[in-house]
């Protein structure tokens, strides 16, 4: 997962655009890939997830893309929205049934 | 509609005091974990539970201990709090088969 020290990376959004936010996982033996959205003084909540025998899983207003060419997992949040401000963070699967977590991406909407 | 209680918010300790958190889920879950969450470093396992009375060390276990004696609660003991314990701390559980993880509100601890 991503580690960027001690600061976030922060995509700034108009309300109405489009989001992706980017994870570079680490293992290629993981399984299993999940986003949460971390709100402000809140604990995290489940986004979607996605097993690494698919390329691509939709949810509400979110997507969730997976190559595992490039290690690479996207969330695609559209039409952005003011309650999509918060970090968001994946997670992977590699052994067992423990998942390691990336930094974490800001999500800033512009209204 | 809580799922997963963590049972203090904020606290803060000095060094060298023993500090627990507590961390409680009426999901009735098999699986139970301990991260502290840290700017920019994500989250990081300290400690997780498949069963009652069973622990297993996550990737960061130093400093820390836990207890499950009960299959709901799960608790977090640092022995000896130093301040570079002071972060936020999440608990989560989760049904076994079911990767998805259920979180607390999380507990900031400050260790002065």
């Known amino acids: 997962g991503e580690n960027v020290g001690l600061h976030l990376p922060t995509l700034s959004v108009q309300e109405g655009d489009n989001s992706i936010i980017n994870c570079a996982y680490s293992?290629?033996?993981?399984?299993?890939f999940i986003w949460y959205k971390q709100e402000s003084g809140k604990g995290p909540q489940f986004i979607i997830d996605?097993?690494?025998?698919?390329d691509k899983r939709q949810g509400q207003r979110v997507t969730v893309l997976l190559n595992k060419t490039v290690k690479h997992l996207s969330l695609q949040i559209a039409a952005t929205q003011p309650g999509d401000s918060a970090v968001y963070f994946c997670?992977?699967?590699?052994?067992?049934?423990?998942?390691?977590f990336g930094g974490g991406t800001r999500v800033l909407v512009k209204p | 509609d809580v799922k997963v209680t963590q049972s203090s918010r904020y606290l803060v300790k000095r060094t060298g005091e023993k500090v627990f958190l507590e961390c409680v889920q009426d999901m009735d879950h098999e699986n139970m974990f301990w991260y502290r969450q840290d700017p920019g470093l994500g989250l990081r396992l300290i400690y997780f539970s498949y069963d009652v009375k069973m622990k297993e060390k996550g990737d960061i276990p130093e400093g820390y201990s836990v207890s499950r004696e009960k299959k709901e609660r799960f608790s977090l003991i640092l022995e000896s709090a130093s301040t570079n314990q002071t972060s936020m701390y999440l608990c989560?559980?989760?049904?076994?088969?079911?990767?998805?993880?259920?979180f607390g509100a999380g507990s900031r601890l400050t260790v002065l």
């Open positions: 997670g992977e699967r590699a052994a067992g049934n423990k998942l390691t």
């Open positions: 293992n290629s033996a993981s399984d299993y």
């Open positions: 989560a559980s989760s049904s076994t088969g079911i990767n998805v993880l259920t």
């Open positions: 996605i097993r690494s025998n698919m």
